[in-house]
Nanobody
Framework: VQLQASGGGLVQAGGSLRLSCAASGRTFSDCVVAWFRQAPGKEREFVTVISRSGGSTFVADSVKGRFTISRDNAKNTVYLQMNSLKTEDTAVYYC??????????????????????WGQGTLVTVSS
């Protein structure tokens, strides 16, 4: 699977952005898809994940109530709607995918090393 993340940019605190992750190379609906982010000088961290059908999602506590993941399998795309952005949300955002449904389990879904496919990242900068 090839993943292409887009939609990043510069936004003021309190604003919104929508990121997209477009997939190609295999049946996209076979894959669980997640978003991770990496701030300067920090480790890559889990943000949110969505099941193959879109029926289940899990969100990190740091973005709960502000970020929403969704998918359109007909368009082979996963979205990350980010509202009420804070300066601490500044990071490179990566989408990742894996065909194993077991990755949704709590012990797996936040692990960077658990995902087989990664996109190149898109930079989100939130200014104060």
């Amino acid at each position: 699977v090839q993943l292409q993340a887009s939609g990043g940019g510069l936004v003021q605190a309190g604003g919104s952005l929508r990121l997209s992750c477009a997939a190609s190379g295999r049946t996209f609906s076979d894959c669980v898809v997640a978003w991770f982010r990496q701030a300067p000088g920090k480790e890559r961290e889990f943000v949110t994940v969505i099941s193959r059908s879109g029926g289940s999602t899990f969100v990190a506590d740091s973005v709960k109530g502000r970020f929403t993941i969704s998918r359109d399998n007909a368009k082979n795309t996963v979205y990350l709607q980010m509202n009420s952005l804070k300066t601490e949300d500044t990071a490179v955002y990566y989408c990742a995918a894996d065909p194993e449904n077991a990755i949704l389990a709590k012990r797996n879904r936040e692990g960077v090393g658990k995902y087989r496919y990664w996109g190149q990242g898109t930079l989100v900068t939130v200014s104060s």
